[in-house]
């Protein structure tokens, strides 16, 4: 029989990998370490900063969520994040639904569809001033705002995402289940929707990251409300005269629980979605 040899290591990749892990746990890393120090234990070399505790503490963690409000910042953050992600799935799918079933005979769907993804090349500082005032005038400079908001500057990049997977899904569906008397309407709740379970884990995902994380929009629409999200409630670790490092990172980690799991119970589907919704 003929030997198979052994599989020869590709190590410019490897070494790149093995970089790119670095620099992802490597932070990580160092946030564990300082959330669990206590603030005597922080100094200025390099390699008391590294070392591991020398008492593992969780005070941190009780006296960062005292200072952020934290069941009050979460609540806030999850409600706000939960509702731009249901609302987005819902209406940036329609529109990615209706603009790639007609841009291809139509111009004004094409015209919608350009005009719709020049947004993302937008950026949010030359909006900020009139988006502000906008809110006020109306009476939206609350959570309700931020939300609507969220869903304006998400549509880009999600309706993009919709229409390039609808591409892959073959008309012959929706004229089957009209031959059977089913509606546009019908068919696209009881038949596309679902097909497109992939690309709604991977528009959730991106768009519950951006939310989560998000501070400039919060910080000037709801500011003076009373209301703050954990991104904002964390803003009060930073003062005119430093910042406290170990409540900080033990915030940043208990922001950190909510989205990682939410990405681990949707990351099987995010691949398949992203590369079935590039645009052909």
């Known amino acids: 029989m003929k030997k198979v040899g052994k599989e020869r290591i590709n190590w410019p990749v490897t070494i790149l990998l093995i970089a790119g892990l670095i620099t992802v746990v490597f932070p990580l890393y160092m946030t564990v370490v300082i959330a669990l120090k206590k603030p005597s234990e922080m100094t200025n070399n390099v390699a008391g900063i590294l070392s591991l505790?020398?008492?593992?503490?969780?005070?941190?963690?009780?006296?960062?969520?005292?200072?952020?409000?934290?069941?009050?910042?979460?609540?806030?953050?999850?409600?706000?994040?939960?509702?731009?992600?249901?609302?987005?799935?819902?209406?940036?799918?329609?529109?990615?639904?209706?603009?790639?079933?007609?841009?291809?005979?139509?111009?004004?769907?094409k015209f919608i569809y350009f005009y719709v993804v020049s947004g993302m090349f937008v950026p949010f500082a030359i909006l900020m001033m009139p988006v502000v005032k906008q809110t006020a005038q109306m009476g939206l400079a609350n959570r309700a705002g931020v939300i609507i908001l969220y869903l304006v500057f998400y549509m880009p990049m999600n309706v993009l995402l919709y229409s390039?997977?609808?591409?892959?899904?073959?008309?012959?569906?929706?004229?089957?289940?009209?031959?059977?008397?089913?509606?546009?309407?019908?068919?696209?709740?009881?038949?596309?929707?679902?097909?497109?379970?992939?690309?709604?884990?991977?528009?959730?995902?991106?768009?519950?990251?951006?939310?989560?994380?998000?501070?400039?929009?919060?910080?000037?629409?709801?500011s003076g409300t009373g209301k703050n999200t954990l991104p904002l409630a964390q803003l009060n670790f930073q003062t005119q005269f430093g910042t406290n490092y170990n409540l900080a990172f033990a915030s940043y980690l208990l922001a950190l629980l909510p989205i990682l799991i939410f990405y681990l119970i949707c990351q099987k589907h995010i691949l398949n979605g992203v590369v079935n919704g590039a645009v052909k």
């Open 53 to 109: 505790p020398k008492h593992f503490s969780l005070s941190n963690f009780t006296e960062a969520m005292k200072v952020t409000d934290f069941w009050n910042s979460l609540g806030n953050s999850l409600l706000i994040t939960v509702v731009t992600v249901v609302l987005a799935m819902l209406i940036h799918s329609l529109l990615g639904y209706a603009i790639a079933r007609n841009k291809a005979h139509s111009k004004f769907y």
């Open 164 to 222: 390039g997977y609808l591409t892959n899904i073959p008309r012959a569906l929706e004229e089957a289940a009209c031959v059977d008397g089913a509606s546009t309407w019908t068919t696209y709740w009881k038949i596309i929707f679902p097909i497109m379970k992939p690309m709604h884990a991977t528009v959730a995902v991106l768009t519950a990251l951006g939310t989560w994380n998000d501070v400039m929009t919060p910080l000037v629409i709801m």
